[in-house]
């Protein structure tokens, strides 16, 4: 059976598990599940896109197992704090320890995310199963001009895109750069590896987009290089700032269903449930 906490997110098939949620006026979150076990496993699945679904999950999950629930699997896709995954400065917390180390307490038989932003996350995890990017971008491709070149934003990419283009076979990847300024977070410096790109068209591939720094910058840096039309395809889309600014340099975005389903022109959402 499937608990959805989140009713608009379906990644699974399965009997779905009825329940009221609510937060008490003092700011604690509650539910009442309303339908009977019937199975020995249940799979839960939600998006953790704030400290409320947290509390939210939590009570869930004690909810379960007072129920009788014997084995209890989470889907999370966008795991929180993924990106704090290193102190960069001190006084700065490790908040992906403190999401994962909450997690853990749960006793969870499996802990399913999408795409982490490195292995921290998952090395962190008990239990851990990673859905990773190939799924996505196979479909993203088949929407492309053929021989599109994948790119590399930037190094923390590298190791990820290349296990994606052996897995769609006869991709080239151009490994570009930038830099970061670890105490304010300005972006600066960015590289593309070649002079003349020759009017080929780039499919940038990327875990996040937030408010979109990286990719303007690194727009910018490709058509100064002669680069055709570009694509952008993030698996997780905060998109903090919109995307009409980013629409001004890509002809197509590409995301998944993990955090918001946003619409817009030229801005494709790909459910999780079609990566399976």
């Keep these: 059976m499937v608990l959805n906490l989140d009713k608009t997110f379906r990644p699974f098939i399965g009997p779905e598990i009825e329940f009221e949620a609510f937060f008490f006026n003092g700011g604690e979150p509650h539910i009442k599940i309303r339908s009977p076990l019937q199975s020995e496993k249940t799979t839960v699945t939600t998006k953790l896109n704030s400290f409320n679904d947290l509390g939210m999950l939590l009570v869930a999950i004690d909810a379960l197992k007072r129920l009788g629930a014997k084995k209890i699997e989470l889907f999370i896709p966008y795991f929180p704090g993924a990106r704090q995954d290193r102190v960069m400065v001190a006084g700065e917390a490790l908040t992906v320890k403190v999401y994962a180390d909450i997690i853990n307490s749960l006793n969870l038989d499996k802990i399913g995310i999408f795409d982490p932003h490195s292995d921290v996350a998952p090395a962190l995890l008990n239990n851990c199963n990673v859905l990773n990017n190939h799924a996505f971008i196979s479909k993203v491709v088949q929407m492309l001009p053929k021989n599109v070149l994948l790119v590399s934003p930037d190094a923390g990419a590298l190791k990820k895109i290349h296990k994606l283009a052996t897995y769609l076979i ?107």
């Design 170 to 276: 006869d991709y080239e990847v151009l490994e570009c750069g930038k830099s970061r300024n670890v105490q304010t977070g300005a972006l600066s410096g960015f590289t593309v590896p070649v002079q003349d790109l020759n009017q080929q068209d780039c499919l940038i591939v990327d875990d996040i987009c937030d408010g979109g720094g990286t990719f303007i910058g690194l727009a910018k840096e490709l058509k100064k290089k002669n680069a055709g039309n570009l694509y952008l395809a993030v698996s997780h889309g905060i998109f903090s700032k919109g995307i009409n600014h980013l629409l001004a340099f890509y002809e197509s975005i590409f995301t998944s269903d993990s955090i918001n389903e946003i619409t817009a022109d030229k801005l494709h959402i790909i459910p999780i449930n079609q990566m399976a």
